[in-house]
């Protein structure tokens, strides 16, 4: 079973960094691509950034020139740096992965992001 565990989160002021990781672990193969959705409370949850295998980067438009996806394909691992961050930036941040030819989608279990001074 696909198990993703996610690390990074925290309390920051405005205008500071953090980097979320997130590592994939278990049995499966071919992985479609991996990425970020956030809720905030009262919120829908909405996509940050989504990196495919081959490498295809998408951001939203709130956080484009501010958080940055990369991903080590040997360690199915993602990473989401986050620069300048505003206090509208705190929310809940989800991992996902999509694999296999079924396209299965696999979620953590969210981890905490405070921008507030």
């Known amino acids: 079973q696909v198990q993703l565990v996610e690390s990074g989160g925290g309390l920051v002021q405005p205008g500071g960094s953090l980097n979320l990781s997130c590592a994939a672990s278990g049995s499966f193969v071919s992985i479609k691509g991996m990425g970020w959705y956030r809720q905030a409370p009262g919120k829908e949850r909405e996509l940050v950034a989504s990196i495919s295998s081959d490498d295809n980067i998408n951001y939203s438009d709130v956080v484009k020139g501010r958080f940055t996806i990369s991903r080590n394909n040997g360690e199915n691992t993602v990473h989401l740096l986050m620069n300048n961050l505003k206090p509208e930036d705190t929310a809940v941040y989800y991992c996902?992965?999509?694999?296999?030819?079924?396209?299965?989608?696999?979620w953590g279990q969210g981890t905490q992001v405070t921008v507030s001074s």
């Open positions: 996902y992965v999509v694999y296999g030819i079924s396209i299965t989608i696999r």
